[in-house]
């Protein structure tokens, strides 16, 4: 079997004509590539190209990095930017293809993986990442599924916040898992869409981490999970892929929060709601704490190191490490109808662990940009740089 011939030797320009006269042993293996290996490499691929479907697809995903420049009805149908994807390999049940997707995800770096359906009132209409459309846009038929994972932040450095930590290890974190999944569905022939901290969102993540069964909705207006409490960032795949889905969790963290209120006493803006209860505020009839987006906002801009605040992640009492302690500490919570559990965890966060007030979180002279707890050595900077560092707390 051959296939293209390989230029003769008089063919070739220097450099190359003198590198191949003085090693034609190299000119006769790259003439053997061209005519003879490849022809018959490609033969094989096609003829073998189901039995290594998968772990093509997994090679194919660690590769990608293109940004979303078009709408889901073209870029979720193509793997780079001209490459179509191929016929849906077929799995064996919903169940197969779930067990998948998340051992999938597992080895790119999620913590927790959800799985369930699409709810048209949580997507955005304005414009959708790669469309001109504006206000009118309904999201695409191919949307059926939804994929929600986490990854946690690297807890020694996040406790610090919020001037001296970042959010930015987790959203690299899961942005790299989010393309590397949603290549790899691609490379399956599925339709995909990635949506995640660096890449963007066309979706609002709270109630689908919820409905794929992560985790509640807390006061601080995020995601308590069992796993990781608040510390973790996530990302999402839209996608037509058929999966077995999974259900919402209740492991008490609603009961929890009408009692601990923790997140809404230490907030620099005073945006968490300090009410009894979540029932008062609801969008499009779904109930939620009130946070109010634009004087957090307004203290993110304000912090120092790292940009942002993160205050409300790191105080939540489920935001802990999982060693026994609060291993136990959350299974008691959970089993107890009673509350009193809550809180007595409660009044001991505040009692044995010492946390500035509110204000002084806040610049000067109002605060000192103070943190939940003190920076781990390696970013603590009179450790290791050899500058002048005039620092703004008035403990030092």
């Known amino acids: ?58 090679s194919d995903s660690w590769a ?7 709408p889901p009805e073209l870029s979720d149908f193509k793997i780079g930017s001209n490459n179509k994807i191929g016929d849906p390999r077929p799995f064996k049940s919903p169940a197969h293809a779930s067990k998948l997707i998340k051992k999938v995800a597992h ?11 699409i709810e048209p009132d949580w997507h955005y209409d304005y414009k959708l990442r790669g469309s001109k459309e504006k206000g009118t846009y309904k999201i695409p038929k191919h949307w059926k ?16 916040n919020p001037n001296l930590a970042t959010s930015f290890d987790a959203y690299a974190r899961a942005t790299i898992a989010a393309r590397r999944l949603e290549t790899f569905i691609k490379s399956l022939g599925y339709p995909a869409r990635r949506h995640s901290p660096n890449d963007g969102y066309d979706m609002i993540g709270v109630p689908y981490l919820v409905k794929a069964g992560l985790g509640e909705q807390g006061r601080n207006g995020i995601v308590i999970t069992p796993e990781a409490g608040a510390n973790f960032r996530t990302a999402f795949i839209t996608t037509s892929l058929e999966m077995e889905i999974d259900q919402p969790i ?11 209120q923790i997140c809404a006493e230490l907030c620099p803006s005073g945006s968490i709601s300090k009410a009894d209860n979540n029932h008062e505020t609801k969008t499009r009839g779904y109930r ?101 560092a005039l620092s703004p707390s008035k403990k030092i």
């Not at 209740?250 to 601990?260: A, M, T």
């Open 64 to 70: 990608t990095s293109e940004p979303i420049t078009e």
């Open 145 to 160: 599924f939804v994929i929600a994972f986490g990854i946690p932040h690297q807890w020694e450095q996040v406790n610090s």
């Open 107 to 117: 080895h790119f770096g999620a913590t927790m993986v959800g799985i369930t359906t």
């Open 250 to 260: 209740d492991f008490g963290v609603e009961k929890f929060c009408e009692s601990c």
């Open 288 to 388: 939620h704490w009130e946070i109010n987006a634009t004087s957090c906002f307004n203290y993110w801009m304000q912090s120092q190191g790292g940009l942002g605040c993160r205050l409300c992640l790191v105080a939540c009492p489920y935001s802990r490490k999982a060693n026994w302690v609060h291993t136990m500490a959350r299974k008691a919570d959970s089993a107890d109808p009673t509350g009193i559990v809550a809180k007595g965890l409660t009044s001991m966060q505040k009692g044995l662990f010492d946390a500035p007030e509110a204000h002084e979180y806040l610049p000067p002279p109002d605060g000192e940009y103070a943190n939940f707890r003190q920076p781990p050595e390696w970013l603590d900077v009179k450790n290791y740089l050899d500058v002048e």
């Open 1 to 58: 079997m051959t296939g293209m011939k390989y230029p003769p030797l008089n063919a070739f320009k220097e450099p190359m004509l003198s590198w191949y006269k003085e090693r034609p042993e190299q000119y006769e293996l790259d003439r053997v590539r061209m005519e003879e290996i490849m022809p018959i490499k490609k033969k094989d691929s096609e003829k073998y190209k189901e039995y290594y479907s998968l772990i093509n697809a997994w």
